[in-house]
């Protein structure tokens, strides 16, 4: 499985509750699809940065830890995106099993005017613009990063 998809279901995980040890987070995710060592989990934890307490494993204090999981949105674009069809005012964009969420979770992020909002399934990504016009600008925009 992809390393920022881990990454992002380890932060998804911890925003949901505290979790005590490494073994509980490798049954988490074990749960979410993730089959992953001792060693790549130890790994995740540090390039998260997240903090051993008492309470269990939890986010870093005063950083965005979306952003810590979320490499830039041309990057997402370029890996993940397989195509880009307007269609109105909408976008549908098609991606990689799997690869939906953080790539919306990046164009969201980026919060570009023509983007009203996204809706994200499993390999498929709905973007709402305001218009034609609208949508066209932002289907340009993604198939340049694709170039």
């Not at 490494?22 to 089959?35: N, P, S």
């Not at 940065?49 to 952003?67: H, R, V």
């Not at 830039?72 to 995106?81: K, Q, W």
Request: charged share 25%; net charge neutral; hydrophobic share 45%.
């Amino acid at each position: 499985m992809n390393k920022t998809l881990r990454q992002r279901a380890i932060l998804e995980a911890l925003k949901q509750r505290p979790i005590a040890s490494q073994e509980d987070l490798q049954r988490v995710l074990r749960k979410r699809g993730f089959k992953v060592g001792q060693a790549t989990l130890s790994r995740d934890m540090h390039d998260l940065n997240l903090i051993k307490t008492s309470a269990g494993y939890s986010l870093p204090q005063g950083e965005s830890a979306a952003n810590l999981a979320l490499p830039p949105v041309s990057r997402l674009v370029r890996e993940f995106v397989l195509d880009v069809r307007a269609a109105q005012n909408l976008l549908v964009i098609r991606t990689i099993v799997g690869s939906a969420q953080p790539v919306a979770a990046a164009l969201d992020e980026e919060d570009w005017p023509e983007a009203v909002g996204t809706i994200a399934g499993d390999d498929t990504i709905l973007i709402v613009c305001p218009d034609k016009d609208d949508a066209r600008k932002m289907s340009a925009r993604l198939e340049e990063m694709l170039a």
